[in-house]
């Protein structure tokens, strides 16, 4: 089995280095979702802006299963579009990633999930609270929008960008889970640890017992100190989780 974390073989004809490696990186994170049992068979998104076509992005098609994603086999779309599953991709996921991607040349690759515990921290007014190191990594970092139903109207990315604003992460209340990075390291890292935050925090609050947060100066200290850890040694971990679906199955590099 091939157990190499670089990007070796040449792309296919037609496609760029730069789009070959975004479009391994977005299928190993589809993989990767799947891996951890955050996937929902065919639905959920995450996307990739294409490198040197800021306007363009990658996303699944509609009828794949993520286990089934592959470099090759992932969507090419314009943000600038109308699309829906008749072009071969979910309108809602279509929607949600080319609004955001639109609105932040900042980020490159965003990803989201619907879990049991994402969904309920959503429905509570009180939203994250800073009662984990793993939760300060959003401290003022993390938006909240309003459920509005299925997010398949155009009109709903407005907002969305609105609440996003410029933070890591959002809750979409009554909905799911929302990151975004530079990378796709960045984005599907930031989601692991807001579900950890989440199940702590849940955790913590079933008991009923008083809680103690971390004080406002401590979070936007460890905050900054996780920023920098993301921008140096933190990179380092992209590469163990490749390892990890190399082990289990390369396909998802063709």
Known sequence: MNTHTTITSAPPAGISQGEWKAR?????????????RLDDVIYNHSAMRVPGEP???????????????TASNLAKVSMDEDLDEK????????????????????VNC??????????AIGAMKGG????????TRFYKRIGYHPYEGI????E???????????????????????????????AFVLMMVLLD??????????????????????CAKTAEQFEHHDAGRGAADWSAYLRILDKIDTSYRN
């Open 24 to 36: 391994v990186d977005l299928a190993a994170v589809y993989r990767l979702l799947a891996h951890y």
């Open 128 to 135: 994250l609270r800073m009662l984990s190191q793993h939760a």
């Open 110 to 119: 965003s990803v989201h999930i619907h879990t049991n515990n994402g969904m």
């Open 197 to 218: 935050a989440i199940d702590i925090q849940l955790k913590l609050e079933a008991t009923k017992g008083e809680l103690v947060e971390i004080p406002d100066a401590i």
């Open 151 to 154: 997010t398949e109207d155009f």
């Open 55 to 69: 306007r363009m992005f990658l996303m699944k098609r509609h009828e794949l299963l993520y286990t089934e994603v």
């Open 87 to 106: 072009s071969g991709v979910n309108r809602p996921g279509f929607t949600l990633h080319g609004g955001v991607l639109s609105g932040r040349d900042d």
């Open 156 to 186: 709903e990315r407005a907002r969305i960008n609105r609440d996003l604003g410029k933070n890591r992460a959002m809750i979409l209340n009554h909905h799911g889970l929302l990151t975004v990075g530079q990378t796709a390291r960045e």
